[in-house]
């Protein structure tokens, strides 16, 4: 299949493989009318003319953009009633009828083996800022106002975002209690080639919010997941504590039953990696004592308002920090806190004290070796034979 304007000399382009389907035919009739679209055997394709593949199956490796794409891209189709009539339910259904037509730059053609030929959906996860309007990427921008449709966790909150910077789009919920309903609706429109974008209240969407549901099902059923970075507590509040920011583990919020809290807290006392939680305002106090009793007094960052005109760093050791905060605070607060300081390696008279001890308790010579090699200065095996012999001796 070869297309030429009639009449007059194309302008040289390089050669695309691409997809022309019953949607984007008429699409692309429609936004350019002087094209020819002759489906007629003809002879290769000349370096003044576009070469387009009807199967779809393949894309050129430099080429990852179908013609098809292009014309609809740049055509920016209005919202016409025949163009809605193009939109299918479920898009329209979603509240995704918005921009038909408006094909994120961002879209790459490929054929997995879990979508339909010629399904494009995409679902962006797009970071948004987490307190100042202007600490959001020139991409997330692009991509909100060309999204068909678009995913917060509070709309009231999004809304704030998106009149900021003119973007007309009105957002819908996804929550912890309608994400489940929400998976299938997605899943419709983007098996008929909508795009969604997903934001959080603030930050990066999934980390301690909702939407791992939604993402897994978009990724199983074979649709493109495509992540639009920017903003995040976590690493503000890291990179700004003073503490070691390599390696770092993100606990996010602990649980809040007492039991459960306790036992996270004790599975935590001994990881050496900087430690990241997010907490309420007004239950920090109690979770800078219980850190301190159950990790020890360590260095740690109570981060709170950040980006924001009220942002604080409040630097010091646990006990010294649950002091100042004993009244609580106001505001987003993330916690950073130390690791465990690493233990000096067993060895000598300190390694046959605790190799006794163990064999006196009952523990088996394989129980002992493989419960302080990890501390030991020596190979497993030797503690082993050390056990052994504790235990012959008894």
């Known amino acids: 299949m070869v297309l030429a304007h009639p009449g007059e000399r194309p302008t040289p382009q390089?050669?695309?493989?691409?997809?022309?389907?019953?949607?984007?035919?008429?699409?692309?009739?429609?936004?350019?009318?002087?094209?020819?679209?002759?489906?007629?055997?003809?002879?290769?394709?000349?370096?003044?003319?576009?070469?387009?593949?009807?199967?779809?199956?393949?894309?050129?490796?430099?080429?990852?953009?179908?013609?098809?794409?292009?014309?609809?891209?740049?055509?920016?189709?209005?919202?016409?009633?025949?163009?809605?009539?193009?939109?299918?339910?479920?898009?329209?259904?979603?509240?995704?009828?918005?921009?038909?037509?408006?094909?994120?730059?961002?879209?790459?053609?490929?054929?997995?083996?879990?979508?339909?030929?010629?399904?494009?959906?995409?679902?962006?996860?797009?970071?948004?800022?987490?307190?100042?309007?202007?600490?959001?990427?020139?991409?997330?921008?692009?991509?909100?106002?060309?999204?068909?449709?678009?995913?917060a966790e509070d709309t009231r909150h999004t809304r704030v975002l998106l009149d900021h910077h003119g973007i007309g789009t009105r957002p819908r919920s996804l929550h912890a209690h309608n994400e489940r309903a929400r998976v299938a609706e997605v899943l419709e429109a983007l098996d008929e080639g909508g795009s969604v974008a997903l934001v959080s209240d603030a930050g990066t969407p999934l980390v301690s919010d909702p939407g791992e549901r939604l993402v897994a099902a978009v990724a199983e059923a074979g649709h493109d997941v495509v992540p639009i970075p920017g903003p995040s507590a976590v690493l503000a509040a890291l990179v700004a504590s003073g503490l070691e920011t390599t390696p770092f583990l993100f606990v996010g919020f602990l649980p809040r039953k007492t039991g459960e809290r306790q036992a996270r807290l004790r599975g935590l006392a001994d990881r050496p990696e900087t430690l990241v939680f997010f907490?309420?305002?007004?239950?920090?106090?109690?979770?800078?004592?219980?850190?301190?009793?159950?990790?020890?007094?360590?260095?740690?960052?109570?981060?709170?308002?950040?980006?924001?005109?009220?942002?604080?760093?409040?630097?010091?050791?646990?006990?010294?920090?649950?002091?100042?905060?004993?009244?609580?605070?106001?505001?987003?607060?993330?916690?950073?806190?130390?690791?465990?300081?690493?233990?000096?390696?067993?060895?000598?008279?300190?390694?046959?004290?605790?190799?006794?001890a163990a064999v006196k308790r009952g523990d088996s010579p394989k129980q002992v070796a493989a419960d302080l090699a990890p501390s030991a200065a020596v190979p497993k095996r030797e503690i082993y034979a050390m056990a052994q012999q504790e235990r012959d001796a008894r």
């Open 14 to 151: 390089p050669s695309l493989l691409g997809l022309i389907d019953g949607l984007f035919r008429p699409a692309v009739a429609q936004a350019a009318p002087g094209l020819d679209l002759d489906e007629g055997q003809q002879g290769p394709a000349g370096d003044h003319q576009i070469q387009l593949d009807p199967s779809g199956a393949f894309v050129a490796g430099e080429d990852s953009v179908p013609f098809g794409l292009q014309v609809l891209r740049r055509a920016r189709f209005p919202k016409s009633a025949e163009g809605a009539a193009r939109v299918g339910p479920a898009v329209r259904g979603l509240g995704l009828g918005h921009g038909v037509g408006r094909l994120p730059r961002d879209r790459r053609v490929r054929c997995k083996g879990s979508r339909r030929l010629g399904s494009m959906g995409t679902l962006y996860i797009v970071a948004t800022p987490i307190g100042n309007l202007e600490d959001v990427t020139v991409r997330a921008l692009r991509v909100l106002r060309e999204a068909a449709g678009i995913l």
């Open 279 to 356: 907490e309420s305002p007004r239950r920090v106090a109690r979770t800078l004592s219980e850190l301190a009793e159950a990790l020890g007094d360590r260095p740690a960052c109570l981060a709170r308002e950040l980006t924001k005109i009220h942002e604080e760093l409040a630097r010091g050791s646990l006990e010294a920090l649950a002091a100042r905060f004993a009244e609580g605070t106001r505001g987003e607060v993330t916690l950073v806190v130390a690791g465990a300081e690493p233990l000096p390696a067993l060895d000598g008279a300190a390694l046959r004290r605790a190799v006794k």
